[in-house]
């Protein structure tokens, strides 16, 4: 029930996105009568995407045949808007690709691209300058959160580092790393005395 609420929700949203950036649907024309899964591991939920040359439509529980299927975390969802994450999340094992690389990219491109004039939008019901102060308004305090939120993020490493010593430290990882290595390459040079002496 709640996986074709969401859906629902999200195909409004795109088509909704499609009518305030004239430029996403010339970005997705390339994309169009393709077929885009994405299966979300960590809440087990897979859905699809497809886009005819005038909507977009979002399927729930999907698990038909697609153009590109990708499979991933919650997690790395952020990080698929930049198309040349694709190839490096491949790489770590933080996402499957099965089918076309380059629709996958497409879609990527053309939702990071999204630059909506909210102004412009807004002016309609506040007014030009009403609609420009409340965008800017919401610029500043987005910028001061993410300020707050970065911060927030280095106290807290350096709390966890340094004062609870509940994770190690990255100088600590290269050590233990460098030590590793030495360790490996000692243990190689053993192997290969062991085996002299026995032939």
């Given amino acids: 029930m ?13 088509n ?12 997705l024309q390339g994309a169009a ?23 977009c439509f979002v ?8 153009d590109c299927h990708i499979t991933t975390s919650v997690d790395c969802l952020g990080e698929l808007k930049d198309p040349s994450q694709l190839t490096r999340l491949i790489r770590s094992g933080k996402l499957d690709l099965e089918g076309d690389l380059h629709l996958a990219q497409l879609y990527s491109k053309a939702f990071g691209n999204l630059n909506i004039d909210w102004a412009e939008h807004l002016s309609r019901y506040l007014g ?15 910028n001061k959160a993410q300020l707050h939120k970065k911060s927030y993020q ?25 030590q590793t290595r030495a360790l490996s390459s000692q243990l190689a040079a053993l192997e290969q005395r062991i085996n002299a002496l026995t032939d």
Avoid at 2 to 14: D, F, G, M, P, Y
Avoid at 59 to 66: C, E, M, R, T, V
Avoid at 128 to 142: F, I, M, R, W
Wanted: hydrophobic residues 45%.
């Fill in 16 to 27: 909704r996105l499609l009518t305030l950036e004239p430029n996403l649907a010339a970005d």
């Fill in 59 to 66: 399927y729930g529980n999907y698990h038909d045949d697609a």
């Fill in 154 to 178: 280095q106290v807290m490493t350096q709390l966890c580092q340094d004062e609870l010593n509940v994770t190690i430290h990255p100088l600590e990882l290269q050590q233990f790393k460098a």
């Fill in 128 to 142: 030009d300058a009403g609609a420009e102060h409340l965008v800017s308004s919401v610029k500043a305090c987005n």
């Fill in 33 to 55: 009568h393709n077929v885009l899964a994405l299966t979300l591991t960590d809440l087990n939920l897979s859905c699809a995407l497809h886009y005819n040359g005038e909507y």
């Fill in 2 to 14: 709640w996986v074709s609420v969401l859906t629902a929700i999200a195909e409004q949203a795109v």
